[in-house]
């Protein structure tokens, strides 16, 4: 299920004249039991609600006073969201005959005309507060205190994501409100703006509305809506956008090593996490080990606990690094195998997290495992899967791709071996500009797009080339002048300890030739670091000693190199 709170505004959307009707009632009823979370988010003051609503305690949490205040029926507890205006205020309101005049813990509220006073005196006294309308009401609050505020700190308190909400409402205060979540609808009487600017126009008015609401939220209906205000950019077609849904994709991004995939998938993740989903990215090699602005779990030494990821992305502010170089290849689908059932239990309990995101996904679904537990990429929101190796996946992995993104100078390639995986016929990949190519589900062909890059680059890949373990074809071979010897570092940290035990002629031999640089160049990707150790190279009256003393340096102050040898060192074949 995409959503797992209602969100609702309590005046002609809940309620009508004031009354809550027993069927709207029954219908939140079924929606708790089956363990949705229900909010109630009012502009009213909360002992005006109280007193005409009999059934607080069929909410989680109570937002009132347009987000001013959060109460919990249960606890009975009240919480404050902001400081409320001065009493000067209301006092002087008063003296000026404004009538009604209500003054809550954080809200001042009047009606029109009398907005013209609350202005003047506002200015008079040199408030700084916003006033809010609402069919009439006049409400006075703090800056930046509203519906939506009021939805974020209940959705805080709950542990609750926004991009799990499905919202309400019918009036001027509520755009806010239903912007703020995943889905905001409006009632038929609604507002006609309201209407025009929501995700999904209701056919029944007030009560009527959100009991209609409710039974699309129980039978399934509103995970299938098409939210294009959220889609995310991945790049462009002839300077028209191009973006994907967030919820129910099954993405494959595939090419060839130093393609590019990294690439696509750190500008993806940059916008996603930017925009407050959650994203859990399993990393067998190190990839993403520095990566910005969320928590990584695990290091070349210790395997996280599927228990301790479970208990951080508790918190739907936490997207989370799962580094796993520290698991051998062998016992990566058997972690894995663990992980995916707790991952898809807390998003049928919190609706979090949002995405799933598989580097190597072959190294976890491998074409050997038969079955996955997963039946549809919505079951965990959305699903990355990165792999240089569409057909080494598993086909129940493959079985949930709905559309593939390939990178590379033969995306055509890609495409091709990816569709024979699948069984399918590989499409047409007509010719143009573009540095990727994106095929989806039910179309004959992919388009060339032009990637709408990362804002920050990422040093990719820094902890596995420093301590983790490079493929065969990656790694340095020390061989000698007379190829007398073949030792193979397979990181930068065996790289260094190799070197300071190697006779002279030996790292002379390979200094001269330029293959350090090249290595650093063509196998890390690193330019910056090849150029510096070249100019090493080309300095012909330098000695061995200072010269291997020179290039660690250099790779000490680019990567940080564990101070003990790791435990983990497996030798294996990097599909």
């Known amino acids: 299920m995409r959503y797992n709170v209602l969100a609702t ?30 909010l109630l988010v009012t502009g009213r003051e909360l002992d005006d609600l109280l007193s005409v609503f009999p059934h607080p305690a069929l909410f989680d949490l109570i937002v009132a006073e347009n987000g001013g205040l959060l109460y919990d029926p249960h606890q009975r507890t009240c919480d404050a969201l902001a400081t409320p205006p001065p009493p000067e205020l209301a006092q002087r309101l008063r003296d000026v005959g404004v009538s009604p005049l209500g ?39 703090p800056p930046g205190v509203n519906k939506a505020s009021g939805l974020c700190a209940a959705l805080d308190r709950l542990g609750l994501s926004r991009h799990s909400v499905v919202a309400v409402g019918d009036g001027e205060n509520d755009h806010a409100f239903l912007q703020a979540a995943e889905c905001g609808a409006a009632v ?51 300077g028209a956008e191009v973006r994907l849904p967030t919820y129910g994709l099954g993405l494959l991004v595939a090419g060839p090593s130093g393609s590019g995939k990294s690439t696509v998938t750190t500008a993806l993740l940059e916008r996603l996490v930017g925009d407050g989903y959650q994203c859990v ?3 067998p090699e190190g990839d993403y080990a520095e990566y910005p602005g969320v928590t990584v779990l695990g290091d070349p030494d210790r395997v996280p606990s599927v228990d301790e990821v479970a208990h951080v992305l508790e ?19 058997a972690y894995f195998a663990e992980l995916l059932p707790r991952l898809t239990g807390l998003r049928a309990k919190l609706g979090h997290p949002h995405w799933l995101v598989l580097d190597e996904a072959h190294h976890l679904m491998p074409a050997e495992v038969r079955q996955v537990p997963l039946q549809h990429p919505g079951d965990l929101g959305s699903v990355l899967m990165i792999t240089v190796h569409p057909d080494a996946l598993s086909p129940a ?13 033969e995306p055509e390639s890609t495409l091709a071996a990816f569709a024979t995986a ?38 990719r890949h820094r902890r596995k080339y420093a301590a983790g373990t490079m493929s065969k074809d990656k790694s340095f071979y020390f061989t000698g002048p007379e190829q007398r010897m073949r030792l193979r570092a397979r990181n ?72 003990e040898p790791t435990a983990f060192d497996p030798d294996h074949d990097d599909r």
């Open 315 to 333: 918190q739907p502010g936490h997207s989370v690094v799962i580094n796993l170089i520290g698991l051998q290849l062998r016992d990566r689908p």
């Open 188 to 238: 038929a009487d609604a507002l006609p703006a309201l209407r025009d600017a929501c995700d999904l126009p209701l056919d029944g008015p007030a009560g009527r509305g959100v009991t209609e609401l409710a039974g699309k939220l129980m039978a399934g209906e509103l995970d299938g809506l098409e939210l294009v205000r959220h889609h995310v950019l991945l790049g462009h077609d002839e």
């Open 9 to 38: 505004d309590y005046d002609e959307t809940l309620a009508s004249g004031g009354q809550v009707a027993e069927a709207t009632i029954a219908a939140l009823e079924r929606l708790s039991k089956a363990g949705i979370k229900l």
């Open 397 to 409: 992995a493959l079985s949930l791709v709905n559309g593939t993104i390939a990178v590379g100078k």
């Open 492 to 563: 930068l940290h065996t790289f260094v300890e190799l070197a300071e035990g190697l006779d002279h002629d030996t790292w002379l031999h390979h200094l001269r030739r330029g293959d350090y640089s090249t290595w650093i160049r063509d196998c890390l990707g690193d330019a910056e670091l090849a150029d510096e150790v070249a100019a090493l190279e080309r300095d012909e009256a330098a000695d061995a000693d200072s010269t291997r003393r020179r290039v660690a340096d250099l790779i000490g102050a680019r990567y940080t190199l564990p101070a």
């Open 103 to 141: 003054v809550g813990q954080v809200l001042v509220a009047t009606r029109e005309p009398h907005d013209v006073q609350v202005l003047e005196t506002i200015r008079e006294l040199g408030l700084e507060l916003q006033v809010i309308y609402n069919k009439g009401a006049v409400m006075v609050l």
């Open 281 to 283: 990215i399993v990393d």
């Open 422 to 459: 699948r069984g399918l016929d590989a499409p047409e990949l007509p010719d143009g500009p573009g540095d990727i190519a994106l095929w989806l589900d039910g179309t004959e062909s992919g388009r060339r797009l032009t990637l709408a890059p990362a804002r920050q680059e990422r040093t």
